[in-house]
Antibody
């Protein structure tokens, strides 16, 4: 059973960089026809896709965040990471890491981690 | 971006009711449409993929249909554990986008 776990600071100051890591267990981050994504959800609101990374390292980002987002992968640690720069209060949200199977959908999600942007 | 419009945004229903949620895409997405269930404080859970395919382990009272721009999600015989928020999501084109959600509440 694949499991994903987010980790990182729960509080980030405005203008700083939000950094989160997702650790994948129960399966290899490099195997299969899937990719890895970050998705966020502000309190009481809907879901926003942030971006994706393939095991080989190629990425795609949501144009709304593209200038501030970097997603990277460390296959040796079975982890992938998110960096979001120049954060504001609008970036306060629960951040999820997830596995996306081609055209099938998002089949595995982390439990989510709340990141609050505040001084 | 492809906009996904879900309706209604909320509904009240009783155990045993048939519940229908619709999702409209701003352009043709073929059948690249998925449905998720999210309970309070939890991550979403994939229920339906490819518009009408039931994810493994998901009860058969959940179903989906549609193609192109118009899609429907149905719960046939609402159970107490089904009270949650449901989201549609397209994976035809990047960025992946979600509908605004439908909160299913107890009447």
């Amino acid at each position: 059973q694949v499991q994903l776990q987010e980790s990182g600071p729960g509080l980030v100051k405005p203008s700083q960089t939000l950094s989160l890591t997702c650790t994948v267990s129960g399966g290899s981050i490099s195997g299969g026809s899937y990719y890895w994504s970050w998705i966020r959800q502000p309190a009481g609101k809907g879901l926003e896709w942030i971006g994706r990374i393939f095991p080989g390292g190629s990425t795609n980002y949501n144009p709304s965040l593209k200038s501030r987002v970097t997603i990277s992968v460390d296959t040796s640690k079975n982890q992938f990471s998110l960096k979001l720069s120049s954060v504001t209060a609008a970036d306060t949200a629960v951040y999820y890491c997830a596995r996306v199977v081609g055209t099938t959908g998002i089949d595995y999600w982390g439990q989510g981690t709340l990141v609050t942007v505040s001084s | 971006d492809i906009q996904m419009t879900q309706s209604p945004s909320s509904l009240s229903a009783s155990v045993g009711d048939r519940v229908t949620i619709t999702c409209q895409a701003s352009q043709d997405i073929s059948n690249y449409l998925n449905w998720y269930q999210q309970k309070l404080g939890k991550a979403p859970k994939l229920l339906i993929y490819g518009a009408s395919n039931l994810e493994t382990g998901v009860p058969s009272r959940f179903s989906g249909s549609g193609s192109g721009t118009d899609f429907t999600f149905t719960i046939s015989g609402l159970q107490p554990e089904d009270f949650a928020t449901y989201y549609c999501q397209q994976n035809d084109k990047l960025p992946l986008t979600f509908g605004g959600g439908t909160k299913v509440e107890i009447k």
